[in-house]
């Protein structure tokens, strides 16, 4: 009965080993995935001045002003008005239809805002009033990678030795020179 299972089977009963490497190749993918699409899913808008925000408040093109970190404005268009021709460069992002169309540096947060309420007090219609929404944000994934991929690396490397020192079947252990062995 063996040997009928031997004649069926030439390369024996032994079944494909698991390797182990194929998990840290989806790893790595993975991470350069959540890397790439987390980039994405920020926000990349076009950059532009002080002056063509002016334009876009007074013409009552403005949907919401959001300041990050007292660093950066973020200009959303409203819908209706993204047809114009001046509005040709807005960013149009594919994964996010709320995103961002606009950015600028506001520079100091207290001449922004004296600045933007003068902005404010010329426009006639309160609807078309720009109130900046105010956020802190943190990004918790470079300072995570920045920690865990070194130390994801030292353990990678360690196992990787270990398994290069460990001996073969049937034979004593390859300790590093190969101290021990007698050829």
Excluded: C
């Excluded at 300041?67 to 950066?72: D, V, W």
């Excluded at 079947?169 to 101290?179: E, K, M, V």
């Amino acid at each position: 009965m063996s040997q009928q299972n031997n004649t069926n089977n030439p390369k024996g009963d032994k079944e494909p080993r698991f390797n182990v490497y194929w998990i840290y190749g989806l790893l790595i993918v993975a991470i350069i995935a959540l890397q790439f699409f987390s980039s994405q899913m920020q926000e990349s808008a076009q950059d532009f001045t002080w002056e063509r925000f002016e334009t876009m408040v007074r013409d009552g093109d403005i949907k919401d002003l959001r300041i990050i970190n007292e660093k950066q404005a973020f200009v959303t268009i409203k819908g209706n008005k993204l047809d114009k021709d001046e509005y040709k460069d807005a960013n149009r992002n594919k994964f996010r239809t709320d995103a961002s169309h606009y950015q600028f540096n506001p520079g100091p947060i207290e001449v922004f805002a004296k600045k933007l309420d003068d902005l404010n007090a010329e426009i006639d219609d309160p609807l078309d009033r720009v109130q900046p929404i105010y956020e802190e944000r943190t990004d918790w994934l470079g300072p995570l990678l920045g920690w865990l991929l070194p130390i994801g690396l030292i353990i990678f490397l360690w196992l990787f030795i270990m398994r290069r020192m460990s001996g073969g079947a049937g034979g004593p252990g390859g300790q590093i020179f190969n101290i021990g062995k007698s050829r």
